[in-house]
């Protein structure tokens, strides 16, 4: 019996053997032949068992001959013992149904779980399996069924099959047999002298968007190079046993060809289905979640009916909230350009973490879907880093913005109150979504890549939580990351804890802070040049761009505030100049067209300049990397800061400029921050749910409108339950807390004038 990776390469070296000869195939009258022979002695000789010149055979005798080694195996009764069936029809029609499964597997043959040297328990469950299939047991039908086959499409890019994987963990058989769902690896690794088989091999692997590792971490960037392949084993077989099963089948009939395979079965991607109860971390934080509703509907009803409650419970009235999220009146010192341009650049990050996102699922198409993103336009998904760019800098400005109105209305800067201001914003919804995904959400879905992109999370997310709440990490690397799309809070929160000091000396002392400043944007530049070019890495995902130089990116320049601080630095200077530029005061109109040119200038550089690493033939050039990485944030970001600076001092009243003050931007930017931190968990939820190869349509699988409404729907609870009430509450308490000052300041005011008339 051939297993299904070896029918692999049977139909690779079959497709091989068409493709040499040029002649038509007949095969009702004389089977796979050309003119009625195969001349391609390797493919006989790598499925003959006596490894001899077989001679001439049709396609019925080849088959026949691979399937006598193993027939045995599922037919010999002498060797599984008699016994009572599961199958209340066996006694009735065994003749029958003995017939109809020997000429059955023969033709799709089964996996065997004993294959090879496994342990004493899956052997045992494996006879047992081998002898209801072989009689049509119900129970061992589903397993056999719900395991992968070889389908059509496999030069499309169609090699991850994912089986039924409800129907294999519904599958419950004699003696305790229960079916468990395995989602193997297999890396195939061809004879690079063979021209015809890496030609093969590329189409297989749609034309190596990604390179991957068998042994790359495949919970963040999906495994492109690797093909999953689902099995259905008895529950006593552990992931061990699997991967050597599946190991000595491959081994046996990839022999004597050019094809190699490499197996590795995670323990985590082997599964059953789930009979105990919720742990107790889980019930209790879904209970505190829950009374965090409630108390959110019931502060509302207080709020909305007149009845009296504190003021830190009012803080989370639905009500209040609502109509907070959804106002359309901006605060005096708002800077109205500020909102489109955060949610232009939210609406693009979230289409380029869609793109990344949609290679984790199976396609049928997947060679037809990589070269049709093999195009220039494709940019748009290709530079998700450039679209964080500019939430830096717009944190450095409004930072800078706000604290030197205060440096001009007091003289003096609380640090402590903006540090405290700062984690009341942040802390609690991020702790929400923490709490949510380690501890719910591995227990509201299901599917074959669940563990590996939900679980994988929450089991990371327990060892190290704690390091989110310092904001360090970041420093840990990509792997071992908790959400690691947080990545970025870490990121600002680094650079908001360094923004007093920068604006201090800029406001202090401008011919030295500007100066200062300025050098250490530079430095930032010229730190991202080097570290890119020196280690080879890429800001931009190309064809064959491999899972290592990814995660090599990410902790050597992407996730570092020290490579992330020149467009800060640009967000600082930008907030300072919009506090000091004088009211009414115009722009020579040269200036006006200059800026305008190299701002333009440089956003289409920055935007359109990497189009051709896009291309399928692109050959990656360190210079071409480090100066993407080095220069464009400065030319995305620079023409945002020029917009804005053109609004906020009335030089201008352009189409662009109305477009981005639109009053409608104003929720979005209260939504801005639960949008972030929501759309990677729903877009994990989706491919950990996905059961089945789907036909891919590029734009109706970027732009779905399901997806997109969850990651609405679920920023708005985020926001409502979490994020404004702490700023509510925050707000209350820095008004008491000015108030009881101002109550002190004034007493002793009082005091010392009593003093004085006594």
Not at 61 to 80: G, H, K, M, P, W
Not at 206 to 228: C, E, K, L, M, Q
Not at 365 to 386: F, Q
Request: aromatic share 12%.
């Amino acid at each position: 019996m051939p297993s299904f990776p070896g029918a692999i390469a049977l139909l690779l070296l079959g497709i091989l053997q068409i493709g040499h000869t040029g002649q038509p195939v007949d095969v009702l009258r004389g089977g796979l032949t050309t003119s009625g022979i195969i001349q391609e002695e390797e493919i006989l000789r790598a499925l003959n068992p006596n490894k001899s010149a077989p001679g001439n055979f049709t396609f019925v005798e080849l088959i026949d001959s691979v399937a006598q080694r193993y027939d045995s195996l599922f037919t010999d009764t002498s060797r599984i013992g008699a016994g009572q069936s599961s199958n209340p029809y066996y006694d009735i029609h065994s003749e029958k149904i003995d017939h109809e499964a020997r000429n059955l597997f023969q033709i799709v043959p089964p996996f065997d779980p004993a294959a090879g040297p496994v342990s004493a328990e899956c052997k045992l469950q494996a006879e047992t399996y081998r002898k209801e299939l072989n009689k049509f047991a119900l129970w061992a039908l589903k397993m056999y069924d719900a395991t992968a086959k070889v389908p059509s499409g496999l030069l499309n890019g169609n090699v991850n099959q994912l089986g039924d994987f409800d129907e294999c963990l519904g599958a419950e058989g004699t003696d305790g047999i229960r079916g468990q769902y395995c989602l193997a690896y297999l890396q195939l690794d061809v004879d690079q002298s063979r021209t015809d088989l890496r030609h093969l091999h590329r189409l297989l692997h749609s034309h190596y968007a990604f390179r991957s590792n068998i042994s790359d971490p495949g919970h963040r960037v999906p495994r492109f190079g690797t093909i999953n392949w689902a099995v259905c084993a008895p529950s006593a077989c552990t992931p061990r046993d699997v991967e050597v099963s599946l190991r000595h089948v491959l081994a046996e009939h990839t022999e004597e060809t050019g094809l190699k395979f490499t197996v590795k079965v995670n323990a985590d991607m082997c599964q059953v289905r789930r009979t105990g109860s919720l742990p107790l971390e889980t019930i209790v934080v879904g209970l505190f979640f829950v009374g965090i509703a409630a108390l959110s509907v019931i502060s509302g009803l207080c709020d909305h009916y007149g009845v009296p409650i504190g003021q830190a419970a009012l803080a989370f009235s639905l009500k209040r909230n609502v109509l907070k999220l959804v106002s359309l009146d901006r605060d005096e010192s708002d800077i109205a350009t500020l909102h489109g341009i955060r949610a232009l650049n939210a609406f693009m990050l979230v289409l380029a973490h869609k793109s990344l996102a949609i290679f984790f699922n199976p396609y049928v198409n997947r060679t037809d879907m990589t070269e049709y993103i093999g195009k220039p336009w494709t940019v748009i998904g290709r530079a998700a880093s450039l679209y964080t760019d500019p939430f830096i800098m717009l944190s450095g400005l409004l930072t800078a913005y706000s604290f030197v109105g205060k440096l001009n209305r007091t003289g003096k800067l609380d640090v402590t109150n903006e540090y405290l201001s700062r984690l009341f914003r942040i802390v609690p919804t991020l702790g929400a979504l923490v709490l949510f995904c380690t501890f719910v959400m591995p227990y509201i879905g299901s599917g074959p890549q669940w563990n590996l992109v939900v679980t994988h999370h929450a089991d990371i997310c327990k060892k190290t939580w704690w390091r989110n709440f310092l904001f360090i990490h970041n420093y840990f690397g990509f792997e071992k990351m908790c959400l690691t799309h947080t990545h970025h809070v870490g990121i600002d929160t680094q650079l908001f804890f360094l923004s007093p000091l920068l604006v201090l000396a800029i406001y202090k002392r401008p011919k030295i802070g500007i100066p200062l400043l300025a050098i250490l944007a530079v430095a930032s530049t010229a730190l991202r040049f080097y570290v890119t070019y020196h280690y080879r890495l890429n800001n931009y995902i190309f064809f064959g761009t491999s899972i290592r130089q990814l995660f090599d990116t990410a902790n050597l320049s992407y996730i570092l505030p020290s490579h992330r601080l020149t467009v800060y630095v640009i967000g600082v200077l930008a907030g300072y100049v919009l506090r000091k530029w004088p009211k009414n005061e115009k722009i020579n109109d040269k200036i006006l067209k200059v800026g305008w040119f190299l701002c333009i200038m440089m956003s289409i550089g920055a935007f359109f300049g990497p189009a051709r690493m896009g291309s399928m033939d692109y050959v990656y050039n360190p210079v071409h990397a480090a100066t993407y990485n080095a220069f464009a944030p400065i030319g995305w970001c620079g023409i945002f800061v020029w917009v804005t600076f053109l609004a906020h001092t009335g030089n201008t009243d352009g189409w662009l400029s109305k477009a981005f003050a639109w009053r409608g931007f104003l929720v979005t930017t209260r939504l801005s921050y639960a949008v972030y931190l929501t759309q990677f968990p729903v877009f994990f939820f989706n491919v950990g749910a996905t059961r089945c190869a789907e036909h891919i349509g590029f734009l109706t699988t970027m732009f779905n409108v399901k997806e997109f409404i969850w990651i609405i729907l679920t920023a708005v609870v985020l926001t409502l339950l979490f994020e404004t009430p702490f700023q509510n509450l925050r707000n209350y308490y820095l008004k008491r807390q000015r108030a009881l000052v101002s109550q002190s300041t004034t007493t002793t005011r009082r005091t010392v004038e009593g003093k004085k008339i006594d």
